[in-house]
């Protein structure tokens, strides 16, 4: 099982989940590692689940300040792809990514770690936005699982895999 | 699913029915996962120490419509039939229920083939030697599984008698019932080729059938009889084993059924999207209604794209097999797969307003108890479409999705609390 959990969805939202057991040996983690950070847990379910089909690795977060403790504390290691959702209790998903992107430990083999955005709304202005926040890339809930793919695969320097890459434009 | 406690292990370690007997005697609840090298695999589900439910998971695995054929309980344009009706209305009644409708069965004989062919499932997994296995505890079958209940006893004594019977067939049959076989081109000149009329039924449907499991289901006998009698046929070299391949997915017959290229995800995103949305009480409880409604059109196009029909009765069925008939007092109205909403959306407001006029908890206990019948009939429609994915995996993916989503529709936590 290569995913897990760590946070509860903010309790502004009425949801107040347990935390899910860490049982996720971090010294073990082959491959590619994607840390989600959202504060649905069903959208990070589908994420981790949709990834883990295609052999990468998923860790989530229910808020983007724990991510931020967790990283800083070393608990997860540096992640080769971020996920992050827009709209996170406590600080934006825009905050979250400015400080990933400025923090000097927070590189992969010297570079910043791509930042992907999630967000339910797909206007232009949360695209610039994201873009200045430092995103690599923007993905609109709801999106399909070979969408998700085609957009995190390149930034995890993989190839697309056949039955994919034969619809893409 | 605390992921600690899943056992892994191989199958040269413990063998299947080894595996059983110990989850027996532990009482044990949970899904035992079986891999078999050679791109086989199995999933049994246990409760409380006695098996509930079993399942392989590729286009050879033994199918309810062969049992019924091998204990001579129906015919093969019985099961057409059956098969036809399925396709204009593939998430209303299963084969069974339509056999017994159609009086072709009774609900004693269906609940014993189903029996047999959990049992003879099950003892075709016990020749397993090479694989793996996981046991997920506490990993539940999804809904619909039916009310089978084996005794583990029985079971694993069943897998140890079928063990011994294929240690004298495995050289004649080598991939067992799956074995595939043609006539000799040469009869051997020593043979007198005099044989009981009942050998000359099972030769004639070689060339045919060729499968063990199919020749037996074609001569309507339980395919372990007819092995015996196939493998000494190919011990008189009549008969030729030759090579067959089965690929991982479903039976023929079911794959035309199965739901495969649902796409769940997309569509519990678009309901949590909604939802956020919706600020009132009344306007979440006739959002949960159009989910419902959602859930139905998605399921159309899905059964549109395998050119299946979907019955338009096929909501209702659901929702009656559920019991699920409406909310507090009030029946849904159901029209060609789609509820009501509107009218919902008059009931809740009048109840609920009026409630809150004079008794607030009231009003509370009707958005609860409503808010959780909604559930129950949306969840009936996903453990629908569930029960017609192949991979368990998937099944449990999903299930654990739309439970993350009805967590968030019930501002949960409280109750966690």
Not at chain 1, 93 to 104: K, V
Not at chain 2, 19 to 45: C, P
Not at chain 2, 50 to 64: F, K, P, S
Not at chain 2, 367 to 395: D, H, K, Q, T
């Amino acid at each position: 099982m290569n995913s897990f959990s760590v946070s509860p969805r903010n309790p502004g939202a009425a949801h107040t989940r347990p935390l899910r057991d860490i049982q996720f040996d971090l010294d073990t983690i082959e491959g590619k590692l994607v840390l989600v950070i959202d504060d649905s847990p069903m959208i990070c379910r589908i994420v981790e689940f949709s990834l883990r089909e295609y052999g990468i690795n998923a860790i989530s977060f229910y808020s983007g300040v724990d991510a931020l403790n967790a990283l800083h504390d070393g608990v997860v290691p540096v992640p080769d792809l971020v996920l992050l959702d827009i709209k996170l209790p406590v600080m934006s998903g825009y905050d979250i990514a400015g400080m990933l992107t400025n923090n000097r430990t927070f590189r992969r083999n010297g570079r910043p770690v791509p930042i992907v955005m999630l967000s339910g709304k797909d206007g232009i202005f949360d695209r610039f936005r994201a873009k200045r926040a430092g995103a690599e890339d923007f993905i609109a809930k709801p999106f399909e699982k070979p969408d998700l793919i085609r957009k995190v695969f390149p930034l995890l320097d993989l190839e697309l895999p056949d039955e994919l890459s034969a619809t893409e434009n | 699913m605390p992921q600690d406690s899943v056992l892994t292990g191989r199958l040269e370690g413990f063998r299947p029915a080894e595996l059983l007997q110990v989850m027996g005697l532990n009482g044990s609840t949970g899904a035992l996962h079986l891999r078999a090298d050679g791109n086989r695999a199995g999933l049994i589900y246990v409760d409380s120490g006695a098996i509930v439910n079993c399942a392989e998971m590729d286009t050879g695995a033994l199918t309810l419509g062969q049992v019924l054929q091998q204990l001579n309980l129906a015919t093969e344009p019985q099961l057409d039939r059956v098969y036809l009706m399925q396709t204009q209305d593939p998430l209303g009644k299963r084969i069974g229920e339509r056999l017994v409708d159609l009086n072709i069965l009774s609900r004693d004989q269906l609940a014993m083939a189903l029996k047999t062919q959990a049992l003879w499932t099950l003892r075709e997994m016990a020749l397993w030697r090479e694989g793996t296995y996981e046991f997920h505890p506490e990993e539940r079958a999804s809904g619909g599984s039916g009310d089978l209940r084996l005794s583990m006893t029985q079971a694993v004594m069943e897998m140890m008698r079928y063990e011994s019977e294929w240690n004298d067939l495995a050289e004649q049959l080598p991939d067992r019932t799956r074995t595939h076989l043609a006539l000799a081109p040469m009869p051997p000149a020593r043979h007198p080729l005099r044989f009981p009329s009942s050998v000359w039924r099972i030769v004639a449907q070689v060339n045919t059938q060729q499968s063990v499991r199919r020749i037996a289901t074609a001569v309507r006998q339980p395919e372990e009889l007819v092995a015996r009698q196939l493998a000494t046929l190919v011990r008189d070299e009549l008969l030729l084993p030759v090579g067959a391949t089965n690929v991982p997915g479903l039976p023929n017959e079911a794959e035309r059924l199965s739901m495969r290229n649902f796409d769940l995800f997309s569509l519990v995103q678009r309901m949590e999207q909604d939802w956020i949305k919706k600020k009132t009480p009344v306007d979440q409880l006739v959002a949960l209604a159009t989910f419902i409604n959602m859930t139905m059109r998605a399921l159309e196009d899905a059964c549109r794209n395998q050119q299946l029909g979907l019955a338009s009765d096929t909501l209702a069925i659901l929702l009656n097999r559920e019991q699920v008939a409406g909310i507090q007092g009030y029946d849904f109205r159901i029209d060609r797969n789609r509820i009501d909403a509107d009218d919902i959306a008059t009931y809740c407001k009048r109840t609920f307003d009026s409630a809150m006029r004079n008794h607030p908890q009231a009003a509370l206990a009707f958005y609860r108890g409503s808010l959780e019948m909604l559930l129950r009939a949306l969840g009936a429609a996903f453990e629908a479409i569930n029960a017609r994915i192949a991979s368990p995996r998937v099944r449990s993916q999903n299930k654990e999705v739309w439970e993350e989503l009805f967590a968030t529709f019930r501002g949960q936590a409280l109750a966690e609390e």
